[in-house]
């Protein structure tokens, strides 16, 4: 696969802030790529580095074969949907998009025709002629997109683009989104600190932390198997059990911990005896008064006292504490008719190889 963007140890400082520290990062051609991190561990700079807004103070930024540090932010190719539109409001939903055809001096037909086409695109055909700032929320964000896409740019970046709508046209922009890059095939980069937008849209993805990047993969790969304590519990929604490895050995460990001792499958770190961990284990894997097995061999039982219920429809959420220090949560999905009340005691089954024990950096 080729690939369409490369940073090799990247710096940015701002005084004594480092906001991207040594970051290196391949993004493949076609590929839809995410930065997800808490506010404030340096994606927007990582974008405007990527647009040309910034200049790494080390490193190099490659598009293609060709270095990218001194090349303006006009002579790039890319193209950028922000969190606010940045639409012009004086101007027509055709002419905000025809603006970006005008700089590049394409002729009227052509650009007419490239317009149709990027209002086809995001389903907007019916309002080429709409002041824009008669538009919803939504509809600005798909002429935005429109305005983005219709320059056919190298690399399309997006910066938390739906975070201003509410949460069922995100959903449907997530969708929309999608689709859309699967029938145009531009290299998107995307930066969030929303998790679902990544793990819903993304090809692979980038966690970042204090201007580091921690681990790159897919959805499936960071989800099932974090590098750390951080990405699981940014990534999704997890318990820990804290703990010391007893015996490891062939991809099982046995752990000694706060709630009794563990059995994990699912080792994929250097971890030896006495190493301290954190077992990561989701709160779908936590199987409330299961009396069946359920065909898995080793299985850990734990005994909690429900704190609280919370009844969602699809799913029921349960605050448990197994001791005065150890909270756990489970969610059940596709709640019945019978449930639990506070003060019942439960017995938690918890299948091996959804205990993860994380080493503690
Ligand atoms: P958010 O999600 O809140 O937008 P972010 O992950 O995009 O955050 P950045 O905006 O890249 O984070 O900021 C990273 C760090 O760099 C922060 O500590 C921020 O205060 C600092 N920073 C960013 N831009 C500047 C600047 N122009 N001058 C000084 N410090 C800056």
């Not at 695109?121 to 896409?149: E, H, K, P, W, Y």
């Not at 046209?169 to 929309?176: F, G, K, S, T």
Request: charged share 20%; glycine share 6%.
């Amino acid at each position: 696969m080729a690939v369409a963007v490369q940073l090799t140890h990247v710096t940015k400082a701002f005084d004594t802030t480092i906001a991207v520290n040594d970051v290196s990062l391949e993004i493949e051609k076609g590929e839809f790529f995410f930065l997800l991190g808490p506010s404030g561990c340096g994606k927007s700079t990582f974008l405007r580095i990527v647009a040309g807004f910034y200049k790494p103070d080390t490193g190099e930024l490659r598009f293609d074969d060709t270095v990218m540090n001194d090349v303006p932010p006009h002579q790039r190719n890319t193209g950028m949907v922000f969190q606010n539109y940045a639409l012009w409001p004086h101007m027509s939903v055709a002419e905000n998009i025809e603006y970006g055809l005008t700089l590049r001096k394409l002729e009227k037909a052509e650009r007419t025709e490239k317009i149709e086409r990027a209002l086809e695109m995001v389903q907007m055909a019916d309002f080429r002629d709409r002041a824009v700032n008669t538009l919803s929320g939504g509809q600005q964000q798909r002429i935005a997109l429109a305005r983005a896409l219709v320059i056919e740019p190298s690399v399309l970046l997006l910066d938390e683009p739906i975070s201003n709508l509410d949460a069922a046209l995100r959903q449907q922009m997530r969708d929309e989104i999608k689709q859309i890059h699967d029938r145009t095939n531009i290299t998107m980069f995307y930066v969030t600190h929303d998790q679902v937008d990544a793990l819903s849209m993304a090809d692979r993805m980038a966690i970042m932390q204090d201007g580091v990047v921690i681990q790159v993969g897919t959805p499936r790969e960071v989800y099932q198997f974090p590098k750390n304590a951080f990405v699981a519990s940014f990534v999704g929604e997890t318990n820990f059990i804290s703990g010391k490895i007893e015996q490891a050995s062939n991809g099982s460990a046995t752990i000694e911990t706060s709630a009794g001792t563990l059995h994990s499958t699912t080792i994929y770190h250097e971890l030896t005896q006495g190493t301290p961990v954190q077992c990561s284990i989701r709160p779908e894997a936590l199987v409330i008064d299961n009396d069946q097995n359920g065909g898995n061999p080793i299985e850990n039982r734990i005994t909690a006292k429900v704190t609280a219920v919370n009844y969602l429809g699809r799913v029921e959420e349960y605050q448990l504490m197994v001791s005065e220090d150890l909270p756990l949560k489970a969610v059940h999905y596709n709640p019945g008719t019978e449930t639990k009340k506070p003060g019942d005691t439960v017995h938690l089954s918890i299948s091996a190889d959804a205990v993860i024990p994380l080493p503690n950096f």
